[in-house]
């Protein structure tokens, strides 16, 4: 396995594999790696003959107060989980390699970025499509892998490949959960045991509505209302939203019908958990 810290250097790398017929698969991470990211990594194993690892937390998809200073940073740790997985490739730059001087060029995503997540994290989306448009264009791969647990950003990600033509297909993998439901994330390790405990009631939350759809619910309001009921058991939880839309175009729904996906967002102390559930209705 090959570290790569600078452009040149993951591109000279990837040239010489594709020099050699190979299919480029790509994962793109913040690190602090966990068996969702490692999820990933086998899918892209499967898929492609090389595989490529960034692991760079992206200063321009955090917002103020957010927490971009506090996020984990176990680079040596990352680098051993790579090597287990079979990763060809790991490219760690810094901000300095990816932002050399003021960034005054953005890709934006309309519309899908104004909905669910955009709402509580105004530039978060425009801070990742820009930098994975960068990652795209200095790894270039064939394929590249994302996770459903970030559902929003996959579909945001897989429109501006679409719109700006850019030469690599998305795959979208599975949430990788705990086995209590919980959504294995990076930001789990700020909570503290009962936090943890109180969190696992996201997933059921999800499973609630799953279940009230395939009895036949189709009101958002009482679906909402009564997933609200089950994260309250918890007090420490915070609901921040939970929505019902639709799976394409992230609109509201008022009634159920076709692919919905049900996204909840809460915070647990200062931590902000994300999850969400995919729901075709035609398939009951
Ligand atoms: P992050 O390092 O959190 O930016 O995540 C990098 C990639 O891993 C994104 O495509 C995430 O959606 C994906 N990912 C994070 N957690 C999980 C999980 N529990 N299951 C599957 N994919 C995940």
Partial sequence: MKVAKTIESVRRLVKAARGKGKKIGFVPTMGALHIGHISLIKKAKL?????????????????????????PRPLKADLEICKKAGVDVVFAPT??????????????VEKLTEQLFGRSRPGHFRGVTTVCAKLFNIVAPDLAFF??????????????????????????????????????????????????????LIYKSLQKCRQMIKDGISNSKTIISRMRKVLQQAPSIKIEYISLVDAETLRELDKITG????????KIGSTRLIDNILIDTEKK
């Fill in 47 to 71: 898929k492609t003959d090389f595989v490529v690892i960034s692991i760079f937390v992206n200063p321009t998809q955090f917002g103020p107060g957010e927490d971009f200073e506090k996020y």
């Fill in 95 to 108: 901000a300095k390699q990816m932002y050399p001087r003021e960034n005054i060029t953005w890709v934006n």
């Fill in 147 to 200: 996770g459903q647990k970030d559902a929003q950003q996959a579909i945001v990600i897989k429109r501006m490949v679409a719109d700006l033509n850019m030469p690599l297909k998305i795959v979208v993998c599975p949430t990788v959960r705990q086995p209590d439901g919980l959504a294995v994330s990076s930001r789990n390790q700020y909570l503290a045991a009962q936090q943890k405990k109180d969190a696992a």
């Fill in 259 to 266: 692919k919905v996906l049900t996204a909840v967002v809460v």
